[in-house]
């Protein structure tokens, strides 16, 4: 098993997804500006899986930018029209999936949410195949659906525990 190194998390944009306590998905990108959760880089031919599979899912709703997202984000990292902000996030929120996003600047790094969708993919709806590698990588105590900024130390502690 062949992981990420250190030097390619930090000059990538690499997407890693988890789920939450109700089993929903989310993607988070790192914006090449933090390390991927000790998990997640064990583990890079899981990596590309994943990010395969939800890139390849067919839109099931409407995507919704998050309204306090400027509020949440450096004003030096945001578009001025917000549809023009992230449309990769948005793009995966029409497939089902919360989208975060990589945010320095804050005292701690942190990831904030970036767009909703209406009809949110679970943990039941896919694959054996696929299920089977993104259940390790489950926030306890986040829900995707109310939770706007997840700590980086959440997604580190996080992965800890399952390795």
Request: hydrophobic share 35%; net charge negative; glycine share 6%.
């Amino acid at each position: 098993m062949d992981g990420v190194s250190e030097e390619e998390q930090l000059y990538s944009d690499l997407d890693w997804y988890a789920t939450d306590r109700d089993g929903r998905i989310g993607q988070f990108l790192t914006g090449g500006a933090k390390l991927l959760p000790p998990l997640v880089a064990l583990d890079k031919n899981a990596l590309n899986r994943l990010s395969e599979y939800f890139r390849a899912l067919k839109e099931n709703g409407d995507s919704t930018f998050c309204p306090d997202f400027h509020r949440n984000f450096p004003a030096k990292h945001v578009a001025a029209d917000p549809k023009e902000h992230m449309p990769f996030s948005q793009a995966m929120s029409r497939r089902g999936l919360y989208s975060y996003d990589s945010a320095t600047g804050f005292e701690s790094r942190c990831y904030i949410r970036v767009s909703l969708q209406g009809r949110p993919v679970k943990v039941a709806d896919l694959p054996e195949d696929i299920r089977i590698l993104i259940v390790g990588t489950r926030l306890e105590n986040i829900s995707f659906k109310d939770d706007r900024v997840i700590p980086d130390a959440l997604t580190r502690e996080m992965s800890m525990l399952r390795a």
